[in-house]
C-alpha cells in the first residue's frame, strides 16, 4: 500500500483565485492521478502525472484550468486557477502501487 | 462504452443482513474491477477486487461476483453491521492503464 498525505484538507476559497494542492507520497511511484469528486457524486480522473513529463489530461479538462507539477517521484501538485463556484468539489490524489490505486484522504474546497 | 453502471444509488440494510451492489460495464477491455468504500471525510479505501479469470472472491464479509459473460459484477456484503454505513464505488480498469472508471456510488446505511 501507500501512504498519501494532501495539503490543505479543507479551504474556503473565494471566486476567481487560484489554490494549489499537494500531494506527498511516502514512497517512489511512477504514476500519480488527480481526481475530482463533486459534491455526491462518483470519482473523476482530471489527468495523470508522470514525473518527468506532462500531465496527461482527461476529456474535459486542459492544463490552463489545472496545472499540475510532478517535480519528483513522491511529490505532486494539481492547481484549481480562476475557480468558480463550480470548482467546489474534492480533489483526490492517488498512486499505483501494484495494480491498486490507493487515494489520499483529499482536499476539500468550497468555492464562494 | 467507457461508463461503469452502479446500482441502486442508496441502500438500507438491518443489521445482519446481506448488502448486495450490483455493477455492470461494456467495455470488455477492462481486466481489473475493484470496490472501494468512502467514509464521509475520507477518501475511497480499496476493500476487494477481482480479475475476470475469477468468478468469485471472498474476503472477510466481503464478496465479489463476477460474471464475464454477462458484464456484471456485484458486491455482497455479508452480516451487515453499523459500521459497513458508507459510499461504495465500483470501478473498472482498463488493461495496464491504472485508469479507473468508477461508477456512481451507492450510499448504503446498515440500521442497529
Known amino acids: 500500500s501507500a501512504v498519501i498525505s494532501q495539503k490543505p484538507s479543507r479551504d474556503i476559497c473565494q471566486r476567481g483565485t487560484s489554490l494549489t494542492i499537494q500531494c506527498q507520497v511516502d514512497?517512489?511511484?511512477?504514476?500519480m492521478f488527480w481526481y475530482r469528486q463533486q459534491p455526491g457524486q462518483s470519482l473523476t480522473l482530471i489527468a495523470t502525472?508522470?514525473?518527468?513529463?506532462?500531465?496527461?489530461?482527461e476529456s474535459g479538462f486542459v492544463i490552463d484550468k489545472f496545472p499540475i507539477s510532478r517535480p519528483n517521484l513522491t511529490f505532486s501538485t494539481l492547481t484549481v486557477s480562476n475557480m468558480s463556484p463550480e470548482d467546489s468539489s474534492i480533489y483526490l490524489c492517488?498512486?499505483?502501487?501494484?495494480?491498486?490505486?490507493?487515494f489520499g484522504e483529499g482536499s476539500w474546497l468550497t468555492v464562494v | 462504452q467507457q461508463q461503469v453502471k452502479q446500482s441502486p444509488q442508496s441502500l438500507i440494510v438491518q443489521k445482519g443482513g446481506i448488502s448486495i451492489i450490483n455493477c455492470a460495464y461494456e467495455?470488455?477491455?477492462?481486466?481489473?474491477f475493484p470496490w472501494y468504500q468512502q467514509f464521509p471525510g475520507k477518501g475511497p479505501a480499496l476493500l476487494i477486487a477481482?480479475?475476470?479469470?475469477?468468478s468469485e472472491k471472498k474476503e472477510g464479509r466481503f464478496t465479489i461476483s463476477f460474471n464475464k459473460s454477462a458484464k456484471q459484477f456485484s458486491l455482497h456484503i455479508m452480516d451487515s453491521q453499523p459500521g459497513d454505513s458508507a459510499t461504495y464505488f465500483c470501478?473498472?480498469?482498463?488493461?495496464?492503464?491504472?485508469?479507473?472508471?468508477f461508477g456512481t456510488g451507492t450510499r448504503l446505511k446498515v440500521l442497529a
Open positions: 492517488s498512486v499505483n502501487v501494484g495494480n491498486t490505486i490507493y
Open positions: 514512497s517512489q511511484v511512477t504514476m
Open positions: 502525472a508522470n514525473q518527468g513529463s506532462e500531465a496527461t489530461y
Open positions: 467495455n470488455t477491455a477492462f481486466d481489473y
Open positions: 477481482i480479475r475476470p479469470d475469477v
Open positions: 470501478a473498472a480498469s482498463l488493461g495496464g492503464t491504472y485508469k479507473y472508471i
